[in-house]
T-cell receptor, first 112, second 116 residues
Framework: GENVEQHPSTLSVQEGDSAVIKCTYS??????FPWYKQELGKRPQLIID?????GEKKDQRIAVTLNKTAKHFSLHITETQPEDSAVYFC???????????FGKGTTLSVSS | GAGVSQSPSNKVTEKGKDVELRCDPI?????LYWYRQSLGQGLEFLIY????????KSGLPSDRFSAERTGGSVSTLTIQRTQQEDSAVYLC??????????????FGQGTRLTVV
């Protein structure tokens, strides 16, 4: 089955800096890669996703890149703000009809 | 309802007792997932239901864990003979599958299970 590795487990940045979180996946059939943000005591919520037919996607300060050959994808947050502090999870699913598998999460701390 | 609903929000049970956790997915969502999140840990996949297909049970940690989804809607996760290591937040999510395309999974608020 699919296995998703996520690094780093913790990341501390200064406000205004960029943050990058990287994930690798094992199943070459995976075609959908969402990123979720979980604030303390709250449920995970989707912030951005990318499909295997796209190499990059941007939404304001957030971008995701996908390298299918290397089987890795990354989340980029620019101009970080204190409210970006949360746990971020990457995930992958080989195809519809199979489970969404998550990485172990990255705790991002943005200090002002 | 407007979102995924889970009940109870909190459950304290004695070691060895059975517990049932309930999930009401978003209406019309054919896919339903259960995950377990231990304190400060990631989202551990437990079980996945998709329409009328056989569920993917590959994430269930032991035969004490089981789940059902009745009528393609409400799901119940049952843990028999609970152990202290079962203490965690159990999260349910649902999504609207679109053919071969993955779609956003919406999470419930979770059930915090404490086994004493």
């Amino acid at each position: 089955g699919e296995n998703v590795e996520q690094h780093p487990s913790t990341l501390s940045v200064q406000e205004g800096d960029s943050a990058v979180i990287k994930c690798t996946y094992s199943d070459s059939a995976s075609n959908y890669f969402p990123w979720y943000k979980q604030e303390l005591g709250k449920r995970p919520q989707l912030i951005i996703d990318i499909r295997s037919n796209v190499g990059e996607k941007k939404d304001q300060r957030i971008a995701v890149t996908l390298n299918k050959t290397a089987k890795h994808f990354s989340l980029h947050i620019t101009e970080t703000q204190p409210e970006d502090s949360a746990v971020y999870f990457c995930a992958a699913t080989p195809r519809a009809g199979t489970a969404l598998i998550f990485g172990k999460g990255t705790t991002l701390s943005v200090s002002s | 309802g407007a979102g995924v609903s889970q009940s109870p929000s909190n459950k304290v049970t004695e070691k060895g007792k059975d517990v049932e956790l309930r999930c009401d997915p978003i209406s019309g969502h054919t896919a339903l997932y259960w995950y377990r999140q231990s304190l400060g840990q990631g989202l551990e996949f437990l079980i996945y239901f998709q329409g009328n297909s056989a569920p993917d049970k590959s994430g269930l940690p032991s035969d004490r864990f089981s789940a059902e989804r009745t009528g393609g809607s409400v799901s119940t996760l049952t843990i028999q003979r609970t152990q202290q290591e079962d203490s965690a937040v159990y999260l349910c999510a649902s999504s609207r599958e679109q053919g071969a395309r993955g779609t956003e999974a919406f999470f419930g608020q979770g059930t915090r299970l404490t086994v004493v």
